[in-house]
DNA sequence: TTGTACGCGTTATCAT
DNA sequence: ATGATAACGCGTACAA
């Protein structure tokens, strides 16, 4: 039977240098294999003279492990799974900003793969992260694909989904309560006299987040005894800003008699208050504006902006510390629901009394 | 000699079920785990009918391939390393997410490692981005650390730098002039008449964008012979946007006499905007505003934000490209210079006559 | 077209 | 404290 060193010299002579094993640092150390393996990995096990030996070798052969072979034999890659719309929004980017800070003082590392806002191939994305090794999942909101949930179900994997707390699934959700941060918002409104309000969302389809928001929306103005419908306008998010601003000028063109907008995200929100301001309406003397999300920017604007704000930064945190419990621990992954909520600041009022009518 | 069989009845027999393996897969098919690999590899190679019972077996066992034991085989991850300071900051974001993109068509995917804007301990992040298995490499600006420079030419990987487009570096960069595209602010704004200009910049250490883009400023005060000192305030990249406001105020407060201020970055730009208007100032016609970056907002500000337009997207794609070329067609990542071109909007305009001064 | 045998580089087990 | 051995799951010469 073949011994290593015989095996060792069968290695293709080509051209390029073959990467350095850890019979090749123990050779050169003049120990085994096996005596190298335990000076990187329990060095408190080997004899000093030897670890100091084995350590020059390393460095003299430019040795590093070999990160296969160790996931090989240890079935385990260190490597979680992230799955999002898109980095190119600021609350995702701070997600996953605050996810990989806090992954990475244990030695995990996020995979990230953007799946825009179109749910359909989503499936394909996940498996392809799984069979790239990813030992959990970060997921954005409720999954519908049965596709995926079935996967899921079968690949036995710690799961988390976050921006949606959603009491009734199956799969532990990290996040916030959507319908109740875009309820509050309408109901302050309400509160405040209005009567008279539209939406500005994101595109709804297969986002449960955006369907929260506006289901709250419409419970709002039914509970409010309010017969008369509410424009709600779906937008894309893409040249979000820009957007926010369009959907402000019909919304305010078709329906003069406007006093209040919700957005269901700050972009909206900051477009839509530039462009009244342009049109020469003063907010929130003459429309009062409610964001969502609580951009860094919100409190800067003129007037800062009242809005929800989205714990992003703790959802990543919280999410990444579950994941990790659930590989070094053992421990299940228990939803949790975080607080989202209303800050007050100067761009809602109560509406002008009906001199505007007039 | 134990046989494959023996060896499979040897592992675990623990709670956790074994992942099935492609032998599994094979006995359930009737072939052997050799066809297995072809079924998923070489389908072309086998027959039909038993490419479907393969496929069947599989699905059965809910198998997938393991992707530790096909790098080790093949010495590849498909993985290509991220150092990124942030992706807490519009462009990076965007950069990142642009790079993923067009990374996923080929079957390849970022790990990002965030390494704040302290670039001292980069050089253990690089290390461990690179015994994790990364196939190459995406840096920011340029690479001081003289450990890091010598762990990529040590390591054979393609790297790639971006950001900054580097003349005179041997690590290929893509990206473009920062010197230029500041340089270009500061003269359209000599241009314009202004000689009392500041310039709020981000932190420099270890940064060179930023000492680039504050070398062009103070160039070209020199060569337009101006001898007066312009002050140049770097503040911290975190709240950024408030930062920008609060340098912008202690700058009108101790140079009353400023009629021009340069960002660089939008974020300072935006914050300055707004607190030079909330302390009643005009914009233009009092201070002349110009940034850098051009998030999306840029436009949609009153005024509307001069500012450079920064190829974020671009660099992105064109980086994922240059590292993919590199490792299916084995060509040499060249570097390459973008284009980062100053865009005329309405937040410059020549200083007040002289009545300021009375 | 399909199967056999073996190595990729690491680490756990067991023996010394 | 150290070494020999085997096994992690896959892909590929080579043989059939």
Redesign the interface.
């Known amino acids: 039977m073949a011994n290593q060193k015989s095996v060792r010299s069968k290695r293709k002579t080509g051209n390029k240098p073959a990467r350095p094993r850890m019979a090749d640092v123990g050779k050169l150390a003049g120990v085994s294999a096996c005596t190298v393996s335990r000076a990187f990995n329990s060095p408190e096990t080997v004899r000093p003279q030897i670890l100091e030996k084995v350590h020059k070798a390393a460095k003299e052969l430019?040795y590093?492990?070999?990160?296969?072979?160790k996931?090989?034999r240890l079935?385990q890659?260190?490597?979680f799974g992230v799955i999002i719309p898109?980095?190119?929004?600021?609350m995702f980017?701070?997600l996953?900003?605050s996810f990989?800070?806090t992954l990475?003082e244990s030695?995990y590392?996020?995979?990230?793969?953007?799946t825009g806002f179109d749910n359909r191939n989503i499936f394909d994305h996940i498996?392809?992260?799984?069979?790239?090794?990813a030992e959990g999942l970060l997921m954005v909101g409720r999954v519908e694909d049965p596709r995926v949930r079935e996967f899921i179900e079968?690949s036995?994997l710690p799961v988390v989904t976050t921006y949606s707390y959603l009491e009734d699934e199956s799969i532990p959700s990290i996040g916030f309560d959507n319908y109740q941060s875009a309820r509050q918002s309408v109901d302050y409104l309400l509160a405040l006299g209005h009567t008279k309000i539209a939406m500005i969302a994101g595109p709804s389809q297969g986002n449960d987040r955006q369907q929260s928001r506006i289901q709250a929306f419409r419970d709002a103005r039914e509970m409010a005894g309010i017969k008369e419908e509410w424009p709600v306008v779906e937008n894309a998010y893409d040249?979000?800003?820009?957007s926010g601003?369009n959907v402000m000028h019909s919304l305010l063109v078709s329906h003069p008699d406007l006093t209040a907008v919700v957005c269901s995200s700050d972009t909206f929100a900051?477009?839509a208050l530039?462009e009244a301001?342009?049109m020469g309406l003063r907010v929130p003397e003459d429309v009062s504006i409610i964001g969502h999300d609580d951009f860094?920017?919100a409190?800067?604007?003129?007037p800062a902006l009242s809005t929800v704000k989205v714990p992003a930064a703790e959802m990543g945190k919280r999410c990444a510390e579950a994941l990790l419990n659930a590989k070094v621990g053992n421990n299940p992954i228990v939803s949790r629901k975080l607080n989202a909520s209303l800050i007050l600041r100067d761009s809602a009022a109560p509406p002008k009394t009906k001199t505007k009518a007039a």
């Open positions: 430019n590093s492990l070999n990160p296969a072979a996931a090989l079935q890659t260190h490597i898109t980095l190119n929004h600021a980017a701070e996953v900003n990989q800070s990475s030695g590392a996020p995979v990230i793969i953007t498996r392809a992260i799984v069979e790239r090794g079968r036995h040249s979000a800003y820009a601003a900051i477009g530039q301001k342009r860094e920017l409190q800067l604007l003129d």
